[in-house]
């Protein structure tokens, strides 16, 4: 079993920045690959960054050259370095832990936008 717990997330205004954090803990060995996801209000959940073995980075077309996923493995951590924010970056983000049979989800982080 893999816990994971998001942390980070906040009121900011647009232009400015956040980092969220993604705490593992339980049994972090069988995680593969990770990942951050956002859903916002009246949208279906959508991987925001990914971040596999290797270290090779994935970003969705919206967040690329803003946002920036690094992980630390020897401290079961994940990051996710947001900047230039945006009012449409406001979603709840999710953490995703991918396992060889299955994937496990944080409670998520609230981001929200504005000014």
């Known amino acids: 079993q893999v816990l994971l717990e998001e942390s980070g997330g906040g009121l900011v205004q647009p232009g400015g920045s956040l980092r969220l954090s993604c705490s593992a803990s339980g049994d972090t060995d069988i995680i593969i690959n990770m990942a951050w996801y956002r859903q916002a209000p009246g949208k279906e959940r959508e991987q925001v960054a990914r971040i596999i073995s290797g270290g090779q980075t994935n970003y969705a077309d919206s967040v690329k050259g803003r946002f920036t996923i690094s992980r630390d493995i020897a401290r079961n951590l994940l990051y996710l370095e947001m900047h230039s924010l945006k009012p449409e970056d406001t979603a709840v983000y999710y953490c995703?832990?991918?396992?060889?049979?299955?994937?496990?989800w944080g409670q998520g982080t609230q981001v929200t936008v504005s000014s």
């Open positions: 995703y832990g991918r396992a060889r049979i299955r994937g496990y």
